[in-house]
């Protein structure tokens, strides 16, 4: 997730494909970065992939009950 589109634009069906790909359902993720940050998650914690959406948005469960929709091409997050 790298690739910068602006914080605007959506990626296209290829790459939403090629995320629900890399990252299914039950993937163990770690927060790296966010461009908008949330009081609840900061970079290092970790949790599950719940799903990626039609804009590639990753959506997490973290660990400390927080939910987070991660924007692709802005947020990073690794697996583990």
Do not use: H, W
Request: one cysteine or more; hydrophobic letters at 30%; glycine letters at 12%.
């Amino acid at each position: 997730m790298g690739e910068n589109y602006g914080k605007y634009a959506y990626p296209v069906r290829e790459t939403v494909e090629k995320l629900r790909r890399e990252y299914p359902s039950g993937t163990r993720v770690r927060l790296v970065s966010t461009a908008d940050p949330c009081p609840d998650t900061k970079p290092g914690d970790t949790g599950t992939v719940n799903f990626v959406d039609n804009t590639g948005s990753v959506f997490i469960s973290f660990d400390n009950g927080s939910l987070l929709g991660i924007q692709y091409g802005l947020d990073e997050i690794q697996k583990i």
